[in-house]
């Protein structure tokens, strides 16, 4: 089953208003997540590391005042898109990082949320 | 960020084998991933090298050299199934992840 759940998994947005995406590790403790973005037919850019209980860190390039991060719990961090416009549509996606004796750490991502703004 | 480099596209037959490559900037290197990814769909794990050498499962393999900071994915008897694209990602600093751009797979009969 899944360990770190997204959601939601498609939103449609009017241009100039705000959705959030949730993510959660469901049986683990995340003091770290990340956040990615993936225009069609391009890579996994890597947008911002969430820290539970401080502030976000910001790839370059990637505007904090528009992409807002939460990360108030150890199982939950909140991608807020602020004044979303059309180019922000994009698939968002974050990942989790595990603790496993056996393994290490085990990094798992989230099913991924497809936003599309009108 | 880092940048990772493969290849932008590969077609194979069905039945062959396909080697993807991919390299990377040693920095805070910690291992390399490699992912499938169906289009409109989430990537999915395939494998993880934090040592050298070759680590097999099933049809896919993978393999990684730190020394030439080189790693590849192997697929082998190929299905149209795996027609996809592949992305090799790079963990730095424990456990942060960058991607390459992607490799598309066209399997043809």
């Known amino acids: 089953g899944a360990v770190v759940s997204q959601h939601p998994s498609r939103v449609i947005c009017k241009s100039g208003t705000s959705v959030k995406i949730e993510c959660r590790s469901l049986d683990f403790q995340a003091t770290t997540m990340f956040w990615y973005r993936q225009f069609p037919k391009q890579s996994l850019m890597l947008m911002a590391t969430?820290?539970?209980?401080?502030?976000?860190?910001?790839e370059q390039g990637v505007e904090k005042d528009k992409f807002l991060i939460n990360h108030a719990s150890l199982t939950l961090s909140t991608l807020t898109v602020t004044s979303a416009h059309p180019e922000d549509s994009s698939f968002y996606i974050c990942s989790a990082t595990k603790p496993d004796r056996a393994y290490g750490n085990t990094i798992y991502f989230g099913e991924g949320s497809w936003l599309t703004v009108v | 960020g880092q940048s990772l480099e493969q290849p932008s596209e590969v077609t194979a037959v069905e039945g062959a084998i396909v080697q993807i490559n991919c390299t990377y900037q040693?920095?805070?290197?910690?291992?390399l991933s490699w992912y499938q990814q169906h289009d409109g769909g989430a990537p999915t794990f395939l494998s993880y090298n934090a040592l050298d050498g070759l680590e097999e499962t099933g049809r896919f393999s993978s393999f990684l050299s730190r020394s030439d900071s080189y790693g590849y994915l192997l697929l082998q008897e190929l299905q149209m199934k795996d027609s996809a694209s592949y992305f090799c990602?790079?963990?730095?600093?424990?456990?942060?992840?960058?991607f390459g751009s992607g490799t598309k797979l066209n399997v043809k009969p």
């Open positions: 990602a790079a963990l730095y600093n424990f456990n942060k992840f960058y």
């Open positions: 040693t920095s805070g290197f910690y291992g």
């Open positions: 969430s820290n539970e209980g401080s502030k976000a860190t910001y």
